[in-house]
């Protein structure tokens, strides 16, 4: 094993590659400091892939009077709209009313302060159904016949996170994936940062003058590693389970639903990839390892029975095609029930000894640009302003084109490569955006894309996502940068899987 020790002194230094982390990343690079980012696995491999793959305010949390988050996230989503046109799209959400839970006036009232309190411009407002003859009723069982239609927006989780990544390396930021965090210390004022990268084993020594820990899940495991072992150990994070399953899709329009339930849980159900059915989430305790979660037999059955419930077509376990679970690195507020608990973010800053160390509890993926505006603010009190806030009007790599005009774009690009069906083309737009010509490169047939690899994943992609967004393995290809893992078979997988190893190892 060998060790370094750079030279190099980062203004910068992220633990987790997180949303937040890829957010905090992006912001600081883009104002001019040394961004050192560090993740231990692949980018988004954590909690960040494993949402429910919304940009919303949080309808149920007004319940719980968490008004203020609920206002920023309405806020942000018509600002991460315009970012990441492709990523993220907006979608129409159907609540059905259910006799004996929440009553309708409440409903109604909750949606309109929905509408209002965070300043939506263009997505439209709330309406109310009759489901009766509503097309939206028809998927439902017959004793729904109220219901209100309100506005969110849909969003491909992991390319959010990957693409916040590329934008920062871009800003000469350094993105660091499968690289773990040893130790760090505090060395006259300066971070000292022991990293090993876990494919080589080879380690060395960063040097940063501020330590940010956004390491999700593993948040307080990392904070205590920095407590002199005299101290108390902290414990900040409450761990909570969501976990989500896909089904064939169980109705043909474009959008979505949201169930309440006896227990004030709510369950979404939601078009996904086009051939299926996202159902989520769940809200559970958790105090097992962040690493090794999974969808529990309770779960499920909850999942398939609120469903069921809403849906005409009953929804069985045997129907499930793909379960996914994360944990929710919530701070911990002391609720009693899970459901109950914050989900706004906490950053505490500590400056002992001298070079601060900001830790970062909780957070949603819809707030995640203003966490990290907010995150790099109170950083800068301590190592100095370099740049001015420029997130909020700026696109990320892919997006610089404007809402509305996806299927402009789609249409070109289905110019540019006539060989392609608009299928494909769409599939990829949805993914790269304005970058999917940088993908496909100047390719004028399919013969020049390489192998096939199933449900029209070729070579040139793979090679793309290898070389120029840190993907190293299978999963990190199928399930995370494209998604593709629903729909390639088992001898393409193994295909894929060696040509993805003799890729890398040759790189």
Request: hydrophobic share 35%; net charge positive; aromatic share 10%.
């Amino acid at each position: 094993m060998s060790k370094k020790i750079t030279k190099k002194i980062y203004d910068i230094f992220i633990i987790g590659g997180g949303v937040n982390g890829a957010g905090i990343a992006r912001d600081a690079a883009g104002r001019g400091h040394l961004v050192y980012l560090a993740e231990m696995n692949d980018l988004a491999s954590g909690t960040s892939s494993a949402a429910t793959k919304l940009i919303h305010g949080g309808l149920r949390y007004l319940e719980h009077y968490e008004f203020s988050l609920v206002r920023e996230a309405l806020k942000e989503r018509e600002v991460l709209w315009a970012m990441a046109p492709f990523i993220i799209k907006p979608m129409r959400f159907i609540l059905p009313y259910e006799k004996n839970l929440r009553p309708k006036w409440f409903l109604r009232l909750g949606l309109f302060l929905y509408d209002y309190i965070g300043g939506r411009k263009k997505l439209p407002p709330t309406k109310t159904l009759n489901l009766t003859k509503d097309p939206a009723g028809k998927p439902l069982r017959a004793n729904s016949k109220t219901g209100f239609e309100y506005s969110d927006c849909f969003v491909d989780d992991a390319r959010l996170v990957i693409l916040n990544a590329k934008d920062a390396a871009n800003k000469n930021a350094s993105i660091n994936t499968r690289t773990k965090v040893i130790s760090a210390l505090q060395t006259d004022g300066v971070w000292e940062i022991k990293v090993k990268n876990l494919i080589t084993n080879k380690t060395k020594t960063i040097k940063a003058k501020s330590l940010i820990n956004a390491a999700g899940p593993w948040t307080d495991i990392v904070s205590n590693s920095f407590i002199d072992e005299s101290k108390d150990k902290v414990k900040n994070i409450r761990l909570v389970k969501g976990s989500h399953i896909v089904v064939n899709k169980l109705y043909n329009h474009d959008k979505c639903y949201i169930f309440q339930n006896a227990d004030n849980r709510i369950v979404f159900a939601i078009p996904y990839q086009e051939n299926f059915t996202l159902i989520g989430t769940t809200d559970v305790d958790y105090d097992g390892n962040p690493s090794n979660v999974s969808i529990s037999s309770d779960e499920l059955n909850y999942l398939c029975n609120v469903t069921s419930h809403y849906f005409r077509q009953k929804v069985e376990r045997s129907d499930v095609v793909w379960a996914y679970s994360g944990v929710r690195p919530l701070y911990d507020d002391g609720a009693d029930e899970a459901q109950e608990a914050t989900r706004d973010y906490v950053l505490k800053l500590e400056t002992d000894g001298g070079a601060p160390l900001l830790n970062i509890f909780g957070g949603k993926l819809t707030t995640y640009r203003h966490l990290a505006e907010e995150a790099i603010e109170q950083i800068e009190t301590i190592i100095g302003q370099k740049g001015e806030k420029w997130t909020a009007n700026s696109s990320l790599p892919g997006g610089d084109f404007a809402i509305g005009g996806f299927d402009t774009l789609v249409d070109r690009l289905k110019k540019q490569y006539p060989f392609m069906a608009h299928s494909q083309i769409k599939r990829m737009v949805r993914l790269y955006g304005t970058l999917t010509s940088d993908v496909l490169g100047d390719a004028k047939s399919f013969v020049d894309l390489g192998e096939n690899f199933g449900a029209n994943l070729s070579v040139k992609e793979v090679d793309y996502l290898i070389e120029n967004e840190w993907a190293m393995t299978l999963e990190d290809i199928l399930w995370r940068r494209t998604k593709l893992g629903l729909f390639i078979s088992d001898r393409d997988s193994k295909a894929l899987d060696k040509y993805i190893s003799e890729k890398t190892k040759s790189s």
